[in-house]
């Protein structure tokens, strides 16, 4: 497990999984109540450094498997209920699920996650917003937005990194579910470079005025 940041809230990350996945936690370092993102295989070791920790939430950003196969172990080290948008909630290998929706905050301690719909990748799919660090699944990576299926998930995956996390300050630090993390306002100079080369294939940034 590696700390990431340490200030208004902790946020640490571990490598694991059957997909080469990323798994975090959203501390406050205030009440020690802290918040699972993910829970791939191997999610647990998150835990093993400090027994002091009150999970009180487990996300899981969308619902395929690599993010998922790691519930049980979770769950019975911490006892925490699963959350997930309802979008993807059926298909994910536990109940009761509690549904959120975008929008939704969620308490960790004094602090607030925020919850950000951004289907695509999965109906379901979201991203978690904690002051300016972004929680992005599988929906964005440090290459650019993530991978789809079919045109029309393609065209909805694009217009929500466009529309939802881009218009996000160019400092947000994003964490992604594979990868390493990054700077929005670096995924923004790429996805600007796509856009000059197809024009009339790609969504641009709302309200940015390269494109405008």
Same mark, same amino acid.
């Given at each position: ?14 490598? !694991? ?10 501390? !406050? ?24 920790? &009150?999970? &009180? ?56 996650? &925020? ?11 979201? !991203? ?85």
């Amino acid at each position: 497990m590696s700390i990431i940041y340490d200030g208004e809230a902790t946020i640490a990350q571990i490598f !694991c999984g059957t997909d080469n996945n990323n798994a975090y936690l959203i501390i !406050c370092p205030t009440t020690r109540e802290a918040i699972v993102v993910d829970a791939p295989e191997g999610v647990s070791a998150l835990l093993a450094e400090d027994d002091e920790l &009150k999970v &009180k939430s487990i996300i899981i950003t969308h619902k395929h498997k690599d993010h998922t196969e790691g519930i049980d172990e979770i769950l019975q080290l911490t006892g925490a209920p699963v959350s997930a948008h309802r979008g993807d909630a059926s298909d994910i290998p536990v109940t009761p699920i509690l549904p959120l929706k975008d929008a939704d905050i969620i308490p960790v301690g004094t602090l607030e996650v &925020k919850v950000i719909h951004t289907p695509g990748h999965t109906p379901g799919s979201i !991203c978690l917003l904690i002051g300016s660090y972004l929680f992005t699944g599988d929906t964005l990576y440090f290459q650019g937005p993530g991978e789809s299926r079919g045109v029309e998930a393609t065209e909805q995956l694009l217009k929500s990194v466009t529309e939802r996390l881009y218009i996000l300050p160019d400092e947000t630090v994003f964490l992604p579910g594979h990868g390493p993390q990054g700077i929005l306002g670096g995924a923004k100079e790429i996805y600007r470079g796509f856009v000059t080369q197809y024009p009339d294939l790609l969504p641009r940034i709302p309200g940015d005025p390269q494109h405008d």
